[in-house]
């Protein structure tokens, strides 16, 4: 949520598709129609790479693999790696899709795993030379190893999907219902945790992180 507030835009955009009127008034929020989105899926991916930590045991199949020039990997043996590494390594990810690059690793970016729909795009274009966030999809392919959550099959079983559908509701009910400022943004880049130093777990602030909440009014535009 703070990555959210630091970037009205992206507050603006979220805030727009939660607060969409539902097809009848029983109906809270639509936490499917949320978590379909392609802008929530990239944030989703967003945060599991840049926010959690974790590390992966895995057991070499085939034949030995050099690591580099003095270390090689005998077949059967088991590596050990680090998602916080992959996260942020810049080649890796320029040989997987250049793409997300348009913003360094250590910044946090909502749309990284976007791309351009280009049928969509194309029929847009004729109209806008801008292409919107309805001209986007959510495509993690060849960064499945980059980002361990979105390769691990069991992390996608259906706690992840109890998960999901908590983290859409959630986010609806404070966007939608609540205003919500950062009390002091100037002072958040300091707050932020620092990368690479947790080998697993959530990478979490440093310090609290104040924020100004009130209960909209009735009727107010959003």
């Not at 029983?26 to 967003?46: K, M, T, V, Y």
């Not at 810049?90 to 348009?102: G, S, V």
């Not at 990478?203 to 909209?216: D, G, H, Q, T």
Request: aromatic share 8%; glycine share 4%; net charge neutral.
């Amino acid at each position: 949520m703070i990555e959210i507030l630091r970037k009205p835009y992206l507050a603006d955009q979220i805030t727009a598709f939660v607060s969409e009127p539902q097809a009848t008034k029983a109906a809270a929020s639509d936490e499917d129609g949320i978590i379909a989105r392609p802008l929530f899926q990239s944030l989703q991916a967003e945060v599991s790479r840049l926010r959690f930590a974790k590390y992966i045991i895995c057991t070499n199949p085939t034949a030995e693999v050099a690591v580099d020039s003095a270390w090689t990997l005998r077949k059967g043996c088991n590596a050990v790696s680090f998602s916080q590494d992959l996260a942020l390594n810049t080649t890796a990810w320029a040989n997987a899709r250049p793409r997300t690059l348009e913003k360094p690793l250590e910044e946090f970016w909502a749309e990284r795993f976007l791309v351009v729909d280009k049928d969509t795009s194309h029929t847009q274009g004729q109209r806008k030379r801008r292409v919107s966030m309805n001209a986007t999809r959510f495509d993690a392919q060849d960064l499945e190893l980059l980002v361990p959550a979105l390769g691990d099959k069991q992390a996608f079983g259906l706690a992840s999907d109890y998960i999901k559908a908590m983290q859409a509701a959630t986010m609806s009910v404070l966007l939608s219902e609540f205003e919500i400022q950062l009390c002091d943004p100037d002072l958040i880049d300091a707050a932020m945790p620092e990368l690479r130093e947790s080998a697993f777990g959530q990478v979490r602030p440093k310090e609290k992180i104040a924020v100004r909440i009130r209960k909209r009014r009735a009727g107010k535009e959003q």
